[in-house]
């Protein structure tokens, strides 16, 4: 038996939080407390872009809550002056799930890292992705242990040879945005820690989206995985590895060509049911994918992301991969309960007086 | 006293014999109906007024083999015409569905039982399943017993025969017939069950109509056969007071949380994984959204106390239910609320362990898991229930404990209490007491401009810290499972700093004892030298086991522990006032591993781990010997057992 649940018809992902008039700072949105992380570190970076993004959110500081497991990324709450709660391994999501249902006007933000997210806490990840809570899972994937020092993660490519893995890693690593995609999620995106303008595009479009958003922030760990993402930040390589994801828009990359675009662009591959990147002066403009990123059918979605490299990261589709309209688990949750709530009479105290006092009673005098 | 109900008018040609008490065993294949059918029988009890006592007992598969031993269902309910307090040690009248049904319960009969089988499922093929090698009721092997064989199936299917249900079908309201004899048997008022049927099958009115056939064939049957020749009265008992209902522990855990949440004003959140033998408190709380109560199906144990732990720190009262497999895998959550000092509920209804263990049977052995199973030194307040509808109350002091003090409070029902029930005088509303959550709306450290919001700031008496929720504005500070500098609670490695919090987060916990009443101790003479001290389910058994050796004229005291951890301020002096203290547990001394401990008494234990409750004859027998020992006599119980039944108060 099914239930007919109806549509919330809520759009935004902070359309039921309190917003503030005044203009804000990104100073107001750090805290007091020493920002601990190695030099050079990827997330220092990002730290940056949050505390100035969320300014232009324009809500109530008090109503912004981070969430975070264990992991060096997952220290980021402390540097926020917000609510927040550092938990506890891979738990992050479900800490998140319990807020983000009781309270409907809080704006709600998960920091998570390969370990922490794909390893300890999968299973946590993709049944906040299937639920589709509403809230902005932030996944740190710099492709190594960082905080236990340098063993490899469920991101590690094949073959690593890390402390324990002298002779290299034999396990097969996640691809977290295909992972994501499996997993019913309806926001993904990837975005890269140094690009602060596409971050903040990423970030922006994440808060916007009511439901689970999981946005992959590739950042690089200076200590045990320095030059992880070379390849997509050298200049001189980045135009081939990086695959521009924009909603509506062609998917080219590779060097310029005479019109001022890419000279490579994925295309469908019929013989696979896949996606596969071609020289455009090889095909008809008409072959060239046009990136729709609202497509109920995740399946080109998916086949896109099967582009990034799994060994040494020498190429990687970057930007929105999906993201489609899709009721919320918190927003239903709350319904049924006002719903609930709306056909009761009396005060709680009557009621429960008549709850307790139900069913088969006898009264001894 | 008065009864709104009345028996039916005996017919005169059956004798009616007086009794005080009985205690009835329905036992079948788990397909059977047998805890439809006890349950049916025990709200006619109550309804009529009697005290009563159930204990289900099923198998943790859903339908075993059909016919199997392993597939026996059984439903055992003591009624009385006085005040009783477990669900009786032996049965008086097994009522068998087929050949397993009584192999399996044979050895728990004391002689001169009266055994009712169904024939009709005493076939070889049956009879082989169940291990005889012969019909056991043909030879002499039930001789010492009352044995009534019926076709309780043949006469249900001829009873139902007009509304042209499949033989199948119609042979399933067999357990009604069953439930209309054993009700004229003893006299049981059908108005409830009859109300209940027409309820059920509303949407199948042939099922309904055979079932309610069934029922009255099985009623009418009793009159008219000459194999029943007595029927029974059973007094209703006198009880304070007040209005009744006979509720299951699992049901009045779930009325005492909804309770909470309205007398804190908090809107209840629980978060819960589905376990044996906890379900049902998910299943019940998902009904009561009308009350503001979200209940979050989780991927697994952990996301269950997760997602309390995120939804206690946005100010609501979060709760996880579970049973032991579940609190192994809740440990490091519940460690975070220790460390995070918030307030939560965690439930746990034990069963029978170590893993797996035995999922639909009782125990008590996670006690020592509920009181040290985390890393580092997490006190955790502990609270148990003494019965089904204790769980009420103690729902409500956990609540009381975990908001008042910003702390993760464990409370360990157990499968008997959980499946069990028993009449409940329900409580005025106005008589429960209020819970302030007392949420912090101001800035706690400095003045003026410069004050600060220090989430570790302590109040003087419970040391409890201020607990402010998203929402707030100028509170805005980050918790989390690193050490917490004193007062301002930033993360802090200071050695100095670690040692006053691992000690003050102990000495709040201690300082719950400060709200404790004194212990209760029934000790009518004032100088027995013998103290049976128990928790938990224990209560039913040792009250009774108590009863019998004062029955028989000899003194000992009882105390029941509701708060484990931390124990009454008085439990020290208590103990060390009797000679000998005995600690009976449905495990292998765990209570009296931290009494021991703690007040370096050398307490008894008295320990059984078989997933039933202790029984009250073997719980007599041992205090028996104690009294002997510390008052140098000879101690003799036979005239309580036989004459009394040894309940009487």
């Known amino acids: 038996m099914t239930a007919d649940l109806g549509l919330p018809g809520l759009r935004s992902g902070v359309e039921l939080v309190p917003t503030h008039d005044e203009p804000q700072t990104g100073k107001e949105y750090t805290s007091d407390q020493e920002v601990r992380w190695c030099p050079g570190c990827g997330d220092y970076a990002v730290l940056k872009a949050v505390q100035n993004f969320l300014p232009d959110l324009g809500l109530r500081r008090e109503n912004i809550v981070f969430i975070s497991g264990i992991g060096c ?15 506890i391994h891979g738990r992050a999501p479900t800490m998140a799930t319990g807020i983000a249902t009781a309270r409907a006007d809080l704006s709600v933000w998960v920091v998570t890292g390969d370990g922490d997210a794909l390893s300890i806490g999968g299973n946590h990840l993709i049944h906040a992705l299937r639920r589709n809570v509403n809230m902005t899972i932030l996944l740190f994937n710099n492709r190594i242990y960082g905080l236990t020092k340098g063993q490899y993660s469920p991101t590690s490519e094949t073959g690593k040879v890390t402390k324990s893995t002298p002779m290299g890693s034999v396990d097969f690593p996640f691809n977290p945005v295909s992972l994501a995609l499996g997993a019913e999620a309806s926001f993904v995106a990837r975005t890269i820690d140094s690009d602060r303008k596409h971050l903040t595009a990423v970030l922006s479009a994440a808060a916007a989206h009511r439901g689970t958003s999981l946005v992959e922030i590739y950042q690089n760990c200076p200590i045990f995985n320095d030059g992880a993402f070379d390849a997509i930040k050298n200049p001189d390589t980045k135009a081939d590895a990086i695959i521009p994801l924009v909603h509506g828009q062609q998917i080219r990359f590779g060097a310029l060509g005479e019109d ?5 662009a994925l295309s469908r591959d019929r013989s696979t049911g896949g996606v596969k990147t071609v020289e455009v002066s090889d095909v008809d403009d008409a072959d060239i994918l046009v990136h729709d990123a609202h497509s109920p059918d995740p399946s080109t979605a998916f086949a896109i992301s099967r582009l990034t490299d799994s060994g040494y990261l020498n190429q990687s589709p970057i930007g929105i991969f999906r993201q489609v309209e899709r009721p919320t688990y918190d927003d239903q949750a709350r319904a049924q309960i006002a719903t609930a709530q709306d056909a009761a009479t009396g005060d709680p105290t009557t009621r429960l007086a008549g709850l307790i006092n139900a069913g088969d009673t006898w009264t001894v005098i | 006293m008065k009864q709104e109900s009345r028996h039916e008018v005996t017919q005169p040609t059956k004798q009616v014999k007086q009794l005080d008490r009985v205690i009835i065993r329905f036992a079948g294949d788990s397909g059977d109906g047998m805890q439809l059918t006890g349950d049916r029988f025990t709200q006619e009890s109550a309804v009529f007024g009697n005290d009563l006592v159930t204990l289900p007992n099923f198998p943790a598969e859903i339908r075993a083999p059909q016919g199997t031993l392993p597939g026996v269902s059984s439903f055992q ?7 009783i307090l477990t669900a009786g040690d032996a049965p008086d009248v097994l009522v068998a569905m087929n050949p397993a049904a009584l192999r399996a319960n044979l050895g728990d009969l004391p002689k001169g039982a009266t055994i009712i089988v169904d024939t009709h499922d005493f076939t070889a093929r049956n009879l082989t399943k169940a291990g005889y090698s012969a019909n056991p009721l043909d030879g002499d092997d039930l001789a010492e017993f009352a044995v009534h064989p019926v076709d309780l199936t ?42 209940f049927l027409t309820k059920r099958f509303a949407k199948v009115p042939d099922i309904r109509d055979a079932n309610l056939r069934a029922f009255k064939s099985g009623w009418n049957f009793g009159e008219t056969t000459e194999t029943f020749i007595v029927r029974y009265e059973i007094k209703p008992a006198p009880m304070p007071a007040g209005t009744y209902r006979n509720i299951t522990g699992n049901l009045a855990l779930s009325y005492g949380l909804i309770a909470g949440g309205v007398q804190s004003g908090l809107p209840v959140f629980l978060g819960s994984y589905p376990i044996t033998p906890a379900s049902d408190i998910l299943h019940e709380l998902s009904k009561h959204k009308s009350f503001g109560v979200t209940t979050f199906q989780a991927e697994d144990e952990i996301a269950g106390v997760g997602a309390a732990i995120g939804a206690a720190f946005a100010g609501s009262l979060g709760v996880t239910t579970t049973s032991g497999p579940g609190l192994s895998l809740k440990s490091e959550a519940i460690g975070l609320a220790v460390m995070t000092e918030l307030p939560l509920l965690v439930i746990d209804v034990q069963r029978g362990g170590p893993s797996t263990g035995l999922p639909t049977k009782t125990e008590q052995a996670d006690l020592l898991h509920a009181m040290f199973g985390r890393n580092g030194e997490a006190p955790v307040p502990i609270i148990a229930p003494q019965s089904p509808g204790d769980c009420f109350d103690a729902a409500l002091e956990a609540t009381r404990i975990a908001i008042t003090y910003r702390t993760p409070v464990i409370l360990l029902s157990d499968g008997y209490l959980a499946n069990g029930s028993e009449p409940w005088r329900i409580p005025d509303v106005a008589d429960l007491p209020t819970i302030n959550p007392d949420f912090a709306t101001d800035r706690n450290h400095g003045e003026g401009d410069e004050a ?29 499972g690193l050490e917490k500098g004193d007062g301002h609670g930033n993360i802090s490695y200071d050695p100095a700093n670690h040692d006053f919090m691992v000690r003050t987060r102990q000495a709040k916990v201690d300082r719950i004892a400060d709200s404790l009443p004194p212990l209760a101790v ?14 938990g389910s224990t209560y039913g058994p040792i009250g009774a086991g108590v ?65 039933l409750p202790l029984k009250a004859a073997v719980l007599a027998d041992v205090i028996g010997g104690l009294v002997a020992d510390a008052e140098g006599i000879e101690v003799d119980l036979t005239p309580a057992t036989t004459a009394v039944e040894g309940e009487h108060a």
């Open chain 1, 73 to 87: 990324s997952s220290r980021f709450p402390y540097y926020l002056d917000t609510y927040g709660m550092h938990s």
């Open chain 1, 260 to 264: 001022g675009r890419g000279t490579r």
């Open chain 2, 77 to 83: 309910v003591h009624f009385a015409d006085h005040d």
């Open chain 2, 154 to 195: 043949g006469m249900t299917v001829e009873a139902v025969k007009e509304f042209g249900l499949s033989r199948k079908d119609a042979a399933r309201a067999k357990n009604m017939f069953a439930l209309g004899l054993l009700s004229w048997m003893y006299g049981r008022p059908t108005e409830s069950t009859n109300a």
């Open chain 2, 452 to 480: 600060e919001f220090w989430p570790y700031s302590r109040d003087a008496e419970t040391l409890a810290r201020p607990w402010a929720i998203p929402g707030t504005p100028g509170l805005e500070h980050r918790i989390g």
């Open chain 2, 522 to 535: 029934d000790d009518p003479s004032g100088d027995a030298k013998v103290l049976v001290l128990g928790w």
């Open chain 2, 547 to 611: 009863r019998r050796v004062r029955k028989a004229g000899y003194k000992v005291a009882q105390a029941h522990l509701r708060h484990l951890n931390p124990f009454p301020h008085d439990l020290g002096d208590i103990l060390k006032r009797y000679d000998k203290v005995l600690v009976p547990e449905m495990n292998l001394g765990q209570l009296s591993l931290l009494l021991r401990g703690k007040y370096l008494v050398d307490v008894v234990g008295y320990n059984e781990v078989r997933g």
